[in-house]
């Protein structure tokens, strides 16, 4: 079951320092309780994605528990002199994963950490990302995807006839197009060619059935 841990970013340059950092624009908290966010490296991957909400001193970002250490040092490379904490809270948590791949939501763990780009993960279907808050880490490589359209591969929605694992390859013709995402039993996430996603497809010789997304 995915394991999730928060990260809390306190001080006073907190908003700046993570409107310089994530894919959506903090100040919506100004107005909205939750917003969803991802971190992105250079080349415009996303190393780590979940909700965003603010605290008295700071927000709290909600990412994978297995790579929020990870997570906290590289952030804290970035901080230079920015008055600002970074840091681990104690509590993790667990959420049913047939939750989140029903509603589409990317779960990125460490095995899927900068592999996919935001709009494979349709994280601009989902609100995570402001296209014209300014720039941040990896910003003009989504930019660029999103005004030249150039969106050729999205996570779909798929059940298969026996349960399959995260990392597996999907198939299509007997040629490699695609990566199962995330699994709930016989339910996943896999990150295919949008012209591809009504095909035969398969993983490991296990077909998949195409489901719908609400926001697809």
Same mark, same amino acid.
């Given at each position: 079951?995915?394991?999730?841990?928060?990260?809390?970013?306190?001080?006073?340059?907190?908003?700046?320092?993570?409107?310089?950092?994530?894919?959506?624009?903090?100040?919506?908290?100004?107005?909205?309780?939750?917003? /969803?966010?991802?971190?992105?490296?250079?080349?415009?991957? !996303?190393?780590?994605?979940?909700?965003?909400?603010?605290?008295?001193?700071?927000?709290?970002?909600?990412?994978?528990?297995?790579?929020?250490?990870? !997570?906290?040092?590289?952030?804290?490379?970035?901080?230079?002199?920015?008055?600002?904490?970074?840091? !681990?809270?104690?509590?993790?948590?667990?959420?049913?994963?047939?939750?989140?791949?029903?509603?589409?939501?990317?779960?990125?763990?460490?095995?899927?950490?900068?592999?996919?780009?935001?709009?494979?993960?349709?994280?601009? /279907?989902?609100?995570?990302?402001?296209?014209?808050?300014?720039?941040?880490?990896?910003?003009?490589?989504?930019?660029?995807?999103?005004?030249?359209?150039?969106?050729?591969?999205?996570?779909?929605?798929?059940?298969?006839?026996?349960?399959?694992?995260?990392?597996?390859?999907?198939?299509?013709?007997?040629?490699?197009?695609?990566?199962?995402?995330?699994?709930?039993?016989?339910?996943?996430?896999?990150?295919?060619?949008?012209?591809?996603?009504?095909?035969?497809?398969?993983?490991?010789? !296990?077909?998949?059935?195409? /489901?719908?997304?609400?926001?697809?």
């Amino acid at each position: 079951m995915p394991a999730f841990a928060t990260i809390r970013i306190t001080g006073p340059d907190a908003a700046t320092f993570l409107q310089g950092q994530l894919t959506n624009d903090v100040r919506h908290l100004d107005t909205e309780s939750e917003i /969803l966010a991802a971190w992105c490296n250079p080349k415009g991957r !996303v190393i780590c994605f979940g909700p965003l909400h603010r605290i008295d001193d700071g927000y709290e970002f909600r990412i994978a528990a297995d790579m929020a250490d990870d !997570v906290v040092r590289r952030l804290t490379m970035f901080r230079f002199r920015a008055k600002l904490d970074i840091a !681990v809270a104690d509590a993790t948590e667990s959420i049913d994963p047939a939750l989140l791949i029903e509603s589409g939501q990317a779960f990125i763990g460490r095995d899927q950490s900068e592999k996919f780009t935001p709009h494979m993960l349709n994280l601009d /279907l989902v609100g995570a990302i402001s296209f014209d808050k300014g720039c941040y880490t990896g910003q003009e490589v989504v930019a660029r995807t999103h005004y030249k359209g150039a969106t050729k591969r999205r996570a779909l929605r798929f059940s298969s006839e026996q349960p399959v694992s995260p990392g597996d390859k999907v198939s299509c013709e007997g040629r490699d197009v695609g990566e199962v995402l995330n699994v709930a039993g016989n339910d996943l996430l896999a990150v295919v060619p949008t012209d591809k996603g009504d095909e035969a497809l398969s993983v490991n010789g !296990v077909a998949l059935k195409r /489901l719908p997304l609400a926001y697809l």
